[in-house]
């Protein structure tokens, strides 16, 4: 079996953290590693953005990263990337003709992506599978503004109709396709992602902060993830304002800015105005595999957001063995198991937020207990189910037996 993997507004080899790079792309390249390992092929297609790098890069014998040059080979915003889309389809039917691979399935990622492998299976006459990732609709609702363009809200509504397979990864993912776009409930399949559980794992929390010159902190908090206004990380600096100002509590906030917008700029100066620049760490963009040392110096890991359709951070996080304090959203409100693991917090106040860190920076026999009772509960979002459950969808499109590739 051979999957073509259309991901044209983020290439999944870029470092996370930055630009339009989160949980897609691990998603995507991750996830590539375990179909292999179940004898499946797999052809990443991505917009060109880097023109130093080489058109095909070999990922593993299996997986092959190929850059369609659509647009300037340089980053771009999403509407940007829109525009292109009739170049970016058209190569890519062009390398596929030349390059003669065939293909079982097409995979699409994001709603762009989506209409390129909607004109795609045209051509080629093979089922496709779309996983939204976010929708422009829930985002909208979130934030109470219309944010995302009505061109975005239209395509999906048009995609939702025609695709053969939508993978969502909650069951709150389900009802929004159900009750805000009209999706036939027959056609959406609830699969998770995964978490690494050899590489994140509880380890020593002095260790890892000597080795992030952090021993002389009482308490470390950490928050990780690209810097966008709907992460919800000025609510966070706000609430700091509300613990004791003992100068023995570090907030580490790791991640970069996202797209155009320089969010890095504006809480760095929202940290001085609220006069916590002591506090407060911005570490920027750190590589995936370098994360687990953070989450095991951290006590609590705060996932402050105002919508997440999955919530890999608070994952990631909980196989450490680090309790979680979550907004009540999207799949974090299924991750944190809510007082026992970590809390779920509904109000948005600085205030109510403060009070729940002040009780779990405070009371370390419930701090402890949500530590113990932390990697437990996420033992299940591992990739190797997520990649299997993924084949059995695969099968069943190709009206193929279970396990045969």
């Known amino acids: 079996m051979r999957i073509a993997e259309i991901s044209v507004h983020s290439c999944p080899q870029r470092p996370l953290g930055t630009g339009d790079v989160g949980g897609m792309n691990l998603y995507i390249l991750t996830l590539s590693h375990e179909m292999n390992r179940l004898g499946v092929d797999v052809d990443i297609f991505a917009r060109w953005h880097d023109p130093d790098e080489p058109e095909i890069i070999r990922i593993n014998e299996r997986t092959r990263l ?34 003669g691979a065939k293909y079982d399935i097409l995979r699409s990622h994001y709603w762009t992506s989506a209409l390129v492998a909607e004109q795609i299976k045209k051509q080629l006459g093979v089922p496709d599978i779309v996983t939204f990732h976010t929708l422009g609709e829930v985002k909208n609702r979130a934030s109470g503004a219309h944010e995302e363009p009505e061109i975005r809200i239209q395509s999906e509504k048009k995609i939702v109709a025609i695709t053969d397979c939508i993978v969502t990864s909650t069951a709150e993912g389900k009802n929004n396709l159900i009750n805000l776009y009209g999706c036939l409930p027959e056609k959406i399949k609830i699969i998770p992602p995964g978490v690494n559980l050899d590489v994140f794992l509880p380890r020593d929390q002095e260790k890892a902060r000597r080795e ?12 990780a993830g690209r810097l966008q206004p709907f992460k919800g990380l000025d609510l966070l600096l706000h609430a700091m304002t509300n613990l004791p100002n003992h100068g023995m509590t570090k907030l580490l906030v790791v991640g970069g800015n996202s ?64 309790p979680v304090l979550a907004s009540r959203v999207g799949g974090l409100a299924t991750i944190v198991k809510d007082g026992e693991t970590g809390y779920l917090f509904e109000e948005r106040s600085p205030e109510a937020l403060a009070a729940y860190l002040c009780l779990m920076m405070s009371e370390n026999e419930i701090r402890n207990s949500m530590a113990g009772a932390a990697r437990q509960s996420v033992l299940k979002y591992s990739w190797s189910s997520t990649a299997q459950h993924l084949l059995q969808e695969y099968q069943k499109l190709l009206k193929v037996p279970t396990n045969c590739c």
Do not use: W
């Open 212 to 223: 992030l010159d952090l021993e002389n902190y009482r308490r470390v908090l950490l928050f």
């Open 66 to 99: 190929i850059h369609i040059r659509a647009g300037e080979p340089r980053d771009i915003s999403k509407m940007d990337v829109f525009n292109c889309l009739p170049e970016f389809q058209a190569k890519i039917l062009e390398f596929m003709q030349k390059d």
């Open 259 to 322: 797209g155009d917008n320089d969010e890095l700029a504006k809480m760095n100066a929202l940290t001085n105005e609220l006069g916590i620049g002591s506090r407060v760490d911005f570490v920027g963009p750190v590589e995936h595999e370098k994360m687990p040392v953070y989450y095991n110096a951290a006590d609590i890991c705060i996932v402050p957001s105002y919508h997440e359709s999955f919530g890999l951070v608070a994952v990631e996080a909980l196989a450490s063995g680090t």
